[in-house]
């Protein structure tokens, strides 16, 4: 019994350090950082087509003024995404104080979806943006994994 006891105890113990290493803030950027951010990732994977096309965005975190123009290329926000497919942002979370990782995905936010982190890091006024992760997946069907958009 004292064996059981003490197993426990060490168990808990090891257990507390990486629970206090997961950062629950809620991540809230100002909109003059979060303007930019969204400008550049937007920039960083659409590039003027030689065709009009519409790219429709989740409004989950942006706002349409932040949005880039590109040349024939037509950004939609969508307010309700019911069942739909297309492009979201998705806060992840604080790593220190400064920095922040952010995600860019293409499907349907409550199932399946393929995407891509980026890294955030704040000084001041300066926000410095760098992809760290590319082509992770969350899928509800095998049909998804097929499937490519990216």
């Not at 604080?94 to 399946?112: I, Q």
């Amino acid at each position: 019994m004292k064996r059981i006891i003490l197993i426990g105890g060490f168990l808990i113990c090891c257990q507390v350090p990486l629970l206090a290493q997961v950062d629950t803030r809620a991540i809230v950027l100002p909109d003059a950082q979060m303007e930019p951010v969204v400008k550049q990732i937007l920039m960083w994977y659409f590039h003027a087509p030689k065709k009009p096309k519409t790219i429709y965005i989740a409004a989950y975190h942006i706002k349409k003024e932040w949005l880039p123009h590109i040349h024939n290329i037509k950004f939609v926000v969508v307010d309700n995404p019911a069942n739909g497919i297309l492009y979201f942002f998705r806060y992840g979370e604080w790593h220190g104080d400064r920095r922040l990782t952010l995600n860019f995905a293409y499907g349907d936010a409550a199932c399946s979806a393929k995407g891509d982190t980026w890294s955030v890091s704040i000084r001041g006024s300066r926000v410095r943006l760098r992809l760290v992760s590319t082509k992770w997946l969350i899928s509800c069907s095998l049909e998804d994994l097929i499937y490519d958009p990216m």
